[in-house]
Each structure stands twice: as structure tokens, then as C-alpha cells.
């Protein structure tokens, strides 16, 4: 039994290796497909979340709605634009000059020099702030604020020396008409372009107390400046510095100013200083100016204006003619004016021989003329007759009319015909007359408060009312001349390239508005009360310069005559 057993011994113990070999390879493959498996598990669930991640990237965020808070809104708005959190600009409050110390009390102690040495060393400078370095050179918003524990009460915004971007213009859009309290923008170098400026052309009609505008040196090549002052334009301070503009800016200007249909009715002063204007856009100026009556101050100053468009503005502020499409225009007013029912979309009434086949009703032969009145004379002598014991009636009629008048202009307001005959009264005229009365002395703080209403008020249908083709006319040559622009009270010319023909011009102009002045003791509209023409291609020893300075300085509202000692001697009273 022994021997019999032993050769099976010796096989299950040759055939063990095989069938390790096996079961290992068995266990490997087990253990290769769990990890194949996990693997598999893995990969898949980060696909899930890698695509879940895609979906929430591609759904559209819930829209932001501005608050009025303008840092909050800005910050919220430039994180979901994609902006980085470190990249946004900070909104911080515009550093304001230190005031004046208070002066020493002669009461106090003086301290010891040694301990005074001290307190120099240890105290903190006033006049600056020291910060890391670069850190003044990166983009900031700075604002300031009418109560500074309150940020919704953001009153003006400074941004300067960094580009403004599509992307950043659409954060402005929309934070800005939701700011109560905003009422200036001012921007340096900010690098617009045609589209960005257009952007903000665009949302600042919807900001109703954003007046004052700066955008300066930032020159765009195709000078689009013309869309900030469109007629829907609510901006009435608009300052375009250092930002090259050339003749074709200021003719798109020139026309948003005003043309012989349309005219900007807000816009005060207006800033091209430092750019590079020639004869032909100050003569495009000048035609903006023809029917302008709103315009108050207007700055071409360093520019590259010689005599011919010094002409050209003389001629404006003087008087002109009017040219083809705006007599046609006149014509127009005119017949509006006499027939209301045109005006209120009406149609007149039919004449009376309408119906007739002969002819129109508004011909009407000589010969049927003659024959009727020759036949009416008669009858209209009998008629006269009796009627002459009615006329002292037409007196007592007359005197009726302006009861009724008066009742009606205190019930409803005037009629349209009487704001035509106020229609001098506009808002420039208005300005110039409360600027002549505050340097009077006449204007107190009492009637401010009773009349301020009642100016604001009214000023709206005045401007309405304003339209300097219908104004009184003057046949010669031909031609209809009519007054020229007397509403712009500063102009400012110096550092040009004006010689002396231009001073003659000039000089020709203010004498017509004096003139006009002399006429009416208390003209509404002024005329120019303030010239610059310093710096130019005329000598101040010319002539025409100082017969130009001896009639415009006494103009200036704010000049103060030299007064006398009682031993003679000039004392000049400027402050």
C-alpha cells in the first residue's frame, strides 16, 4: 500500500505548481478588474461633474438689480462680468486739500522747545498720505459723497489714467441711472473709443440729474463728441479738453447745437479748450450759434483760429441773413402761428367758393372787383351812416376783450400767441438776468426762495416758446438780417492765431450789442459780457485790442471800477 502510494504523492506534488501558477494568475485578473472598475467609477464622475459644472457655466445668472448703493452694485456687477476679485477697482473717497489750522490760542501753554522737538518727529504729516509703492497708479474709482456714512448718496465719480472697457462701460450702464444723487462724471485719459462713448451717450439721458460731463484727453479718431449733446441730451455743463479735435468734430458739434429745425435746449457751457480747431470749425460753431439761444459760455481757447473764423463768430454776435432753408422755415413758423388749427393737426376751414368751377376759391378776376364795389358803394354809404351812432360802444367791447383776457391768462395761463411775445424769456436769458442781479447786491436770500419756483417753472415753456427766426427782421439786399446771438455772455478766444481784422470783427459785434442795449434800458438777453482774446497775433498796444478791452471789461458782472483816494490816487478794488 506504501509503494502504491507514492507515486501519487509524487504527481499531486509535480502537478501543485501548475495550479498555483493558475489560481495566482485568476487572483491577479480579479484584483486588475476591481481597479479597472474604480478607474471606470472615477473617470465617469468626474465627467458628471465636469459636465454639471459646464451646464451651470452656460446657464444664464439671474439678472442683478441695482440697488442705488454704487459700490455694492459695482463690485457684484464686475464679479459677474467675469472680472477677477482682485482685479476689480476699488471705490474709495476722493482725497480732499486739509483746511487751514486753527490759529494758536494766546491762551495756552507754550510747550518746552525739547519736548515740542518731540512731538514734531512723532506726529503724522497732513498736507499727504505715503502709500506701497505702485499703489497710486492703480485703477480706482473715486468718489465723493454728500454724507459719507451713507453710499448711496454718491454726488460725483473720478476715474483717471485707466482704460475703460466695453465690459466695464456695461457695469456703468447699469449702475448709473439707479444713483439719485449723481450729478457729475469726470473722466482722464481714459482711453474711450467710438463705442464706449456712444454707450455712455446712451444711459445718460436715463440719469435725469447727471448735468455736468468732463471727458478729458481722450482722443477717439472719428470724434463722435456730437452724440453727448443730441436733443434728447439733459447734460448742461460739457467739458471737451485735449482730446484733438479737429474741424470734423466741431462740425457734427456745430450741428447738435443747433440747425434751422432743431436746437439742443440744455446744454449752458460748453469746454473745447486745447484741441485743434481751425477756420472752418469755428465757422461750423458759429452756424450752431445762429439759432442757439440756450448756449451761455463757450470756450475755444488754444486752439488754431485766425481772422476768417473770427469773422465768421463776429458776424453771429452781431447780426446776419438768413439763408434759403431758414426763411422757408420762417414761413413756416409764420403761417403756424396765424392759423392754430395747423398746429393741432386740423385742417382749415373751406373757403367759400370752394365749390366753385370756375376758378378757386382764392382767385378772384379785377373786373368782378370793380363791378362789385361800384354797386356796393351806395349801399355801404347808407351803412356807414347808421352805424355811426354805435361806435362809442367799440370802446366798451374793447374794454370786455380784456376782462376776458386777463381772467383767462389767470385761470388757464397765457395763450400761445402771448408765449411767443415772452419768448425772450429763456433759460440763458433767465440766467443772465439772476447773474446781473447777484453782483448788484439787489437779489436776498427771501425773494431766491418766492421767485425760484416760479423762474424754474416757467422756464420750461419759455425755452418752448424761443425761436429766433421769429424775431422782427430787416429787408437789406435783397435779404432778411435778424439780430444775432446775444444769450452767450462769455467767450473765451485767447491763444489763438486772431490778427486784427478778427479784433474788428469782434470789436464791430460787441459795439451792435451795446447798441441794442442803449435801445432797451433792461434788455433780457445781454450780449457777451465777458471776452478773453488775450495771447493772440495782435499786440496788446494795438488799437483795436484796447478799444476792445475798453468796452467789454466795465461789461464783466464781476468788474470792480479803480477808486479814488480823497488825495487822488488810483486804488484798485479787484479781489
Known amino acids: 500500500m506504501d509503494l502504491m502510494s507514492t507515486p501519487s504523492n509524487s504527481s499531486s506534488a509535480n502537478a501543485s505548481p501548475g495550479i498555483m501558477m493558475r489560481s495566482l494568475s485568476f487572483v491577479k485578473k480579479v484584483k486588475m478588474g476591481k481597479r479597472v472598475e474604480k478607474a471606470m467609477k472615477e473617470k465617469l464622475a468626474a465627467s458628471s461633474a465636469s459636465q454639471d459644472a459646464e451646464d451651470d457655466a452656460n446657464k444664464t445668472p439671474e439678472p442683478y438689480t441695482c440697488t442705488g448703493n454704487f459700490e455694492a452694485d459695482f463690485t457684484e456687477l464686475c464679479r459677474r462680468g467675469g472680472i477677477h476679485q482682485a482685479e476689480i477697482p476699488p471705490v474709495v473717497l476722493r482725497p480732499k486739500r486739509p483746511g487751514t489750522p486753527p490759529p494758536p490760542d494766546p491762551k495756552s501753554k507754550e510747550p518746552h522747545p525739547e519736548e515740542a522737538e518731540e512731538a514734531e518727529e512723532d506726529a503724522k504729516p497732513k498736507t499727504f498720505v505715503t502709500k506701497e509703492k505702485f499703489d497710486y497708479f492703480k485703477p480706482r474709482v473715486q468718489v465723493e459723497m454728500e454724507k459719507e456714512d451713507k453710499p448711496e448718496t454718491v454726488t460725483e465719480i473720478f476715474i483717471r489714467g485707466w482704460k475703460i472697457c466695453e465690459l466695464m462701460m456695461g457695469v456703468f450702464k447699469q ?46 479718431p472719428e470724434e463722435p463728441w456730437a452724440a453727448l449733446i443730441g436733443e434728447d441730451s439733459l447734460l448742461v455743463n460739457l467739458s471737451l479738453r485735449h482730446n484733438n479735435i479737429t474741424d470734423k468734430g466741431a462740425a457734427a458739434i456745430g450741428k447738435a447745437l443747433s440747425t434751422e429745425k432743431t436746437c439742443n435746449k440744455n446744454l449752458i457751457s460748453l469746454n473745447l479748450g486745447y484741441n485743434r480747431i481751425t477756420d472752418e470749425g469755428a465757422e461750423a460753431i458759429a452756424n450752431g450759434l445762429r439759432m442757439n439761444r440756450v448756449l451761455l459760455s463757450l470756450s475755444l481757447a488754444n486752439n488754431r483760429i485766425t481772422d476768417k473764423g473770427a469773422i465768421k463768430l463776429g458776424e453771429v454776435f452781431s447780426r446776419f441773413p438768413l439763408t434759403h432753408e431758414e426763411v422757408v422755415e420762417r414761413r413756416k413758423l409764420l403761417r403756424d402761428k396765424g392759423s392754430p388749427d395747423r398746429t393741432s393737426g386740423k385742417s382749415p376751414p373751406p373757403s367759400r367758393r370752394a365749390d366753385s368751377k370756375d376758378r378757386p376759391g382764392s382767385v378772384r378776376s379785377g373786373s368782378h372787383l370793380d363791378k362789385g364795389d361800384k354797386k356796393r358803394d351806395k349801399s355801404s354809404k347808407r351803412k356807414e351812416i347808421l352805424k ?7 370802446k366798451t367791447s374793447k374794454l370786455m376783450e380784456g376782462k376776458r383776457d386777463k381772467e383767462e391768462t389767470v385761470k388757464g395761463g397765457t395763450k400761445k400767441d402771448d408765449k411767443w411775445k415772452k419768448g425772450s ?12 442781479k447777484v453782483t448788484k447786491g439787489k437779489k436776498t436770500a427771501s425773494s431766491k426762495d418766492k421767485k425760484g419756483a416760479v423762474a424754474e417753472s416757467d422756464s420750461s415753456d419759455m425755452i418752448e416758446a424761443i425761436n429766433p427766426l421769429l ?3 430787416e429787408p437789406m439786399e435783397g435779404r432778411l438780417w435778424i439780430p444775432g446771438n446775444r444769450s452767450v455772455i462769455n467767450l473765451n ?5 486772431i490778427g486784427e481784422s478778427g479784433m474788428e470783427a469782434l470789436l464791430k459785434a460787441v459795439r451792435w450789442q451795446i447798441s441794442l442795449s442803449t435801445f432797451s ?8 459780457m465777458r471776452l478773453s482774446i488775450n495771447r493772440n497775433a495782435v499786440s496788446p498796444d494795438n488799437e483795436t485790442y484796447k478799444k476792445l478791452q475798453d468796452l467789454i471789461i466795465p461789461r464783466d458782472p464781476f468788474y470792480k471800477p479803480d477808486a479814488k483816494s480823497p488825495d487822488g490816487d488810483v486804488q484798485s478794488l479787484a479781489g
Open 175 to 220: 449702475c448709473l441711472p439707479t444713483m439719485e444723487k449723481l450729478h457729475s462724471i469726470h473722466f482722464w485719459n481714459t482711453g474711450f473709443t467710438e463705442t464706449t462713448l456712444k454707450e455712455l451717450a446712451s444711459v445718460l439721458p436715463q440719469c435725469a440729474n447727471v448735468k455736468n460731463l468732463e471727458i478729458e484727453n481722450n482722443p477717439i
Open 388 to 394: 355811426k351812432p354805435e361806435e362809442p360802444t367799440t
Open 425 to 436: 424769456m429763456s433759460k440763458a436769458a433767465l440766467l443772465a438776468e439772476t447773474v446781473s
Open 471 to 473: 424775431e422782427s427782421v
Open 493 to 497: 478766444l485767447s491763444r489763438n492765431q
Open 521 to 528: 434800458p433792461n434788455p433780457v438777453l445781454k450780449g457777451v
